[in-house]
T-cell receptor, first 114, second 114 residues
Framework: NAGVTQTPKFQVLKTGQSMTLQCAQDMNHEYMSWYRQDPGMGLRLIHYSVGAGITDQGEVPNGYNVSRSTTEDFPLRLLSAAPSQTSVYFC?????????????FGPGTRLTVL | QQQVKQSPQSLIVQKGGISIINCAYENTAFDYFPWYQQFPGKGPALLIAIRPDVSEKKEGRFTISFNKSAKQFSLHIMDSQPGDSATYFCAARSLGGGADGLTFGKGTHLIIQP
């Protein structure tokens, strides 16, 4: 199992550019999430999905879009990049049962917006 | 509104000592409390987790203490080692309803001095 994979590892964008951060998991997990990590802010939830075709907003969704066409993939789209979106982005997946919810995180994408 | 408050922000402990990180939460619907460990350049990884029907859970040198009435929980690392140097995040979520991911504390940067 590759677990949770993310591409690219690093990306530099100019203000106003758009791009898609890729996330894939091979564990057949229903739940997938995107977080951003900023110094002193911990991890904040951007969007999440409880299964293919179902997505919802987290704490900081503005400026980001997601879709979930398959169980495996959960891409995050930046529509018009802004310097405030400079951050490290983590994708996570989990099988959420009644007694446990281990979230598996990918290695992250470090994004800089100039 | 920060729903999980974590302290201290940074912590330096001598090798062999006990590291203690504290978290407090506000949402009484939370019923799953994991701790994540993150090394530089890596994604967070689940370290240990607890549900509120027990007051303590121990796994090796790592122990979670949970006080439901005070809405507080803490991570204790016994016999701390230099390899434990990392950033630790407490988190919380409600397993019973909603699937809106984990709410994280802001993290504690732990340094174990040899």
């Amino acid at each position: 199992n590759a677990g949770v994979t993310q591409t690219p590892k690093f990306q530099v964008l100019k203000t106003g550019q758009s791009m898609t951060l890729q996330c894939a998991q091979d564990m057949n997990h229903e739940y997938m999430s995107w977080y951003r990590q900023d110094p002193g802010m911990g991890l904040r939830l951007i969007h999440y999905s409880v299964g293919a075709g179902i997505t919802d907003q987290g704490e900081v969704p503005n400026g980001y879009n997601v879709s979930r066409s398959t169980t495996e993939d959960f891409p995050l789209r930046l529509l018009s990049a802004a310097p405030s979106q400079t951050s490290v982005y983590f994708c996570a997946s989990s099988y959420s049962g009644p007694t446990t919810d281990t979230q598996y995180f990918g290695p992250g994408t470090r994004l800089t917006v100039l | 509104q920060q729903q999980v408050k974590q302290s201290p922000q940074s912590l330096i402990v001598q090798k062999g000592g006990i590291s203690i990180i504290n978290c407090a939460y506000e949402n009484t619907a939370f019923d799953y409390f994991p701790w994540y460990q993150q090394f530089p350049g890596k994604g967070p990884a689940l370290l240990i987790a607890i549900r509120p029907d027990v007051s303590e859970k121990k796994e090796g040198r790592f122990t979670i203490s949970f006080n439901k009435s005070a809405k507080q929980f803490s991570l204790h690392i016994m016999d701390s080692q230099p390899g434990d140097s990392a950033t630790y995040f407490c988190a919380a979520r409600s397993l019973g309803g909603g699937a809106d991911g984990l709410t994280f504390g802001k993290g504690t940067h732990l340094i174990i001095q040899p």
